[in-house]
Each structure stands twice: as structure tokens, then as C-alpha cells.
């Protein structure tokens, strides 16, 4: 009877985690739907505003949620039997994300006009800004909530939540932006996530709401525990947002704000490719490196799954590659066809950059977080920051995409560099250790 439950239980578990994976992809595809909508009505300049504003609104969430939400996962999944432990934990956890994002909203009243005019080239847009400062801690409570859910293994609530809550924010930002434009755009963009919240909060089961005791004690030994994963998530999270934000800029001054949002809309093909690649694999990669303790095993086991994602990834970008054309119109308009010359090398630069995510898998797993923290600033922030500076030009735009390939080449090759001389030797010393 018991191996019965366990095994009801198992795939339980997998129906769930395919449900879970499944709202990730309505996420995707919504996401695209939107995109769709913004350059129809508001063109290349719209996307590139839009984008702007996505990426600055992305590294404040993160500060906002201080950049706990990975140790509350984790220590919501120790702590499942320890009732006690648990009510500490969310309470500690929803006290410090009311805190951060307070701290957050302060910060946006007071310059908001100043970080208006620097990132968004004009000071008519600084209300947007006191908007997402209203309505950060929204987006901070859905994000501790699904951390949560995520951390009990409760994917198939958490995929509820998400795929409705995605599906109320497209009818909202869609009659935003047909009825404001841009300012639409801009105004569902930061606030579209905190509506978000307000349905999971319509869905949440009252019984559950009312189990669920709030003390406003913080247990500091955990916040000190939480602020460990802090430093990785923040620069995990901010350093693409970061780069993005510093090349665009380079590419409005230099080549003229229509290019910058032509980039952004290839760019956001990248997120598709790669976010499709990262919900398969992510779940599964850490777990079972973890799990292996000797060389041999390892080499199998990573020759199989570097074939396996050379096969995904590389059918993945053909196919973009070949139907690029269509792609660009069914995903965009005729203003964006100039990406057409760009899409070459940031498909290839997509394919190593994803090669060279499976090593940095590796890295995270056998707790070379360090290791892991520095590749991610030097590919991710420094260098392509760095090429992009010195060769991006009026005259030489399409240099943008060789440079991402460029980049990323190198991400592959000192990221097996770093796999062959010192991951591997933690799997020598965790197999002497055992």
C-alpha cells in the first residue's frame, strides 16, 4: 500500500510539474501576443520605451523582494513538516518584502522625474514611475506568494494563479494600450503584475487565508539565512536588464531610437528561445548533478544531455533561421524587417549562450556559486557592455548581433574551460568525501 501511495504521489508530482511548465509557456506566449500589440500600434519606438522601462522595473522587483525569493523556496520545501518553522518563515519572509519594497517606492517618489528623463529621455513619463512605486509591493506579494507555492510543491496551484492571472493581464494591458498608446503601454507595463496579485488573492481559499497567522516578529536568524541567496539572485536577475539597459542606450544615441527598438524586438526572440529551453531543463539539470558523486558518471551523463540540447537548440534556431521572414510578420509588422540581417548571429550567439548555461548549470550545483556569479558578470554585464561601446556605430549596427555571438562564443569556451580544470574536481572530492 505504501509503494502504492509513493507512486500516486510521483506522478502527482510530474502532472503538476508539467502543469507548471505548460503556464510558463502561456506566459511566453502572452508575453509575444503583447509584443504583438505594441509594435502594431506604437511601432519600433513604442518597443524600445516599453523595454526600457521592462528592464528598470525588473531590477526594482528584485530589490523590492531583496532578492529572498529563492531561499524562501528553499526553505519552505525544509521546513514542510515544521509548522512552527513555516509560520516563521512566511512571516519573516512577508515582513522583509513589505520592507524592501516600502524602501523601493520611497526611492522612485523622490527622483522619479530625474530616472524619467535619464532612461526614458523625457520627464512627461516620471508618473509612470510613481505608479510603479504604488504598485511594487503587488508584484513583491505575488512573487513571496508563488515562492511559496513553488516551495511546498503546490505547481499545479502556483500554474492556476499564473496562467489566469497572465491571462487577466493581457485583456488589461491590450485595452490600455489601444484606447492610451504608449502611455498605455508604459502605464500596463507597471502595474499589470500587481492586478496579477489581486487574483490570486480573489482565488485563494479563505480556510487557507485564515490558517495562516501573521505575528510582525521577524526571526533575524532567518533573514540572515534568506540573505545568503540574496547576492545571486540580484546579480542573476539584474545583470542582463543592466546590459540591456547600457547598449540600448549606446544604440539610441549612436544609430537613432527606431534601431534601439528593432534590437529589442530581436532580442525578445532570444528570451523566447532560451526562456523555452531553461522551463525543460532547469528543473531537472540541478537536482541531478547534485546527485552524482563520480567522474564517469558525470561524463555520461553530460555528453548525453550536451547532445540532447545541441538537438533542441539547434532545431530551435534552424527553424527561426529558415521561416525568419514569417517569423518577423507573424510576431511583428513590416517596420521590423530590418532585423532580418541582425537574426544570423544572435541565433548562433542564443545556441552557445545556451551551451554554456549547461556548464554554468553544473557550477550552481556542486555549489561554485562564486564561479557562477563571476561568469555571469563578465559575459553577461562587462563584456558584451564593453564590445558593444567600442564597435556599435551608425554605420555599423549589424555589428550588434556579431558581438552576441562573439560574446557568448567565449561564454562557451571558458565556461569548458572552467567544467575541464575545476568543476570536475568537485566530483573528485565529493566521491574521496563519500
Known sequence: MKIINTLKDSINLHKDKAFFSLSNIVKVLIYFLTTKIVSLLIGPVGVTLVSQLQNIISILQVIATGGMTVGVTKYTADYKDQVIRQYKLNNTALLMTIMFSLLVAIILFVSFNDISIYFLGSEKYGYVLVLTGFFIIGYSLQNLNNSILVGAKKYNLSAKYTIISSLFGLIYSITLIYFLKIHGALIATATFQSFGFICRLLLVDLKDFLKYKITFKIDWILVKKLLKYSLFT????????????????????????????????????????????????????????????????????????????????????????????????????????????????????????????LFGSIMLAKALTFDAILFEVIFNVISICILSYLFISKDNFHNVSMLYFLNYVMYFIFSLIHFKFKTVKQFSSSASAS
Open 234 to 357: 540580484f546579480i542573476n536577475a539584474t545583470s542582463i536588464p543592466l546590459a540591456q539597459i547600457f547598449i540600448r542606450q549606446i544604440i539610441i544615441d549612436r544609430v537613432g531610437i527606431t534601431d534601439a527598438g528593432i534590437w529589442d524586438a530581436m532580442n525578445r526572440i532570444s528570451f523566447g528561445i532560451s526562456f523555452f529551453v531553461n522551463i525543460t531543463f532547469s528543473a531537472y539539470f540541478i537536482p541531478a548533478v547534485s546527485n552524482i558523486k563520480n567522474q564517469s558518471v558525470l561524463k555520461l551523463w553530460l555528453r548525453k544531455n550536451i547532445f540532447f540540447l545541441t538537438i533542441i537548440m539547434s532545431s530551435l534556431c534552424f527553424f527561426v533561421f529558415l521561416f525568419k521572414e514569417l517569423v518577423i510578420r507573424i510576431l511583428y509588422t513590416s517596420e521590423f524587417n530590418s532585423m532580418i540581417v541582425l537574426l544570423d548571429y544572435q541565433l548562433l550567439g542564443e545556441f552557445f549562450k545556451m551551451m554554456g548555461w
